[in-house]
């Protein structure tokens, strides 16, 4: 029994000291790999969704910009014809914004890289096959408005449509996409001096000189729209981040339209 006895020995409180303090090390490190793993698996997550927005703002914005003018000729040939042949002219009335029949083009603003945000308004003839900038069809013949603008930091979008018998329906704003800090838009103009020229301009620049259309023949004076979007950086709390990216664009041409039916 004494034998025993003598051959039992515990761990001295040295021992355990010295044996917690190596498995405090040893957690701490674990604990500051899985941190950083995290962070940068929450890093990359936010950069992916950066990258959605980005690419679904700017295809919604070129395919409204292509659709602008659009009108269903095709159903002048149906029977019966319709009362009033779908034209330029008749499709796209002045109203509002649109001072000169046939426009189906619109914005403001000055295409500044800061200050103020550009809107950005196009118009179409809706058929069964159109969407508009929430991605909805409209009925056919209805003449559809959709306007880009920024409001917080959210790129929305409001469609306006007015009926074949003139109703105006309730206009619908939502959200494109999150994240945005500005919005610019600049617009191709064939300028008529000789010799013809070709350059951007703002909206301002637009109004004031060559116009949105030619008043005497209808034709579109916009022949592309280029557009810039900046977005709010993900990761700007971390050192060395900006608070914004730097402005990705995008330039679309558009199909002028000819005023016969």
Do not use: K
């Not at 498995?23 to 941190?35: E, K, M, R």
């Not at 109703?167 to 001096?193: C, D, E, K, M």
């Amino acid at each position: 029994m004494r034998q025993t006895l003598a051959n039992q020995r515990g761990v001295n409180l040295i021992s355990l000291m010295i044996a917690l303090t190596i498995g405090a090390f040893l957690l701490a490190g674990l604990f500051q790999v899985w941190f950083q793993t995290r962070q940068t698996f929450n890093a990359q997550g936010q950069l992916a969704q950066l990258q959605d927005n980005e690419r679904m703002a700017l295809t919604i914005m070129a395919n409204t910009v292509q659709t602008g003018g659009y009108y269903p000729v095709y159903l002048n040939y149906q029977v019966p014809a319709p009362a009033t042949p779908y034209s330029l002219l008749t499709s796209f009335p002045i109203i509002g914004d649109y001072t000169v029949a046939g426009q189906s083009i619109y914005g403001t603003g000055t295409a500044s890289a800061t200050g103020a945000n550009d809107t950005l308004e196009v118009r179409f003839v809706a058929d069964t096959n159109t969407l508009d900038c929430l991605g909805q069809t409209e009925t056919q013949g209805s003449l559809v408005v959709n306007l880009y603008s920024v409001v917080g930091t959210n790129l929305e979008c409001t469609v306006s449509v007015t009926t074949l018998a003139g109703a105006t329906i309730a206009p619908v704003t939502l959200p494109v996409v999150a994240g945005v800090s500005h919005l610019a838009v600049r617009y191709n103009t064939l300028q008529t001096p000789t010799p013809a020229t070709y350059e951007y301009l703002n909206a301002s620049a637009v109004a004031s000189g060559v116009g949105w259309n030619n008043a005497s023949t209808s034709n579109s004076n916009i022949q592309s729209v280029q557009i810039a979007l900046t977005f709010n950086n993900p990761l700007s709390g971390q050192p060395g981040q900006p608070t914004t990216l730097p402005a990705i664009s995008r330039t679309v041409a558009i199909t002028v339209p000819n005023p016969s039916p």
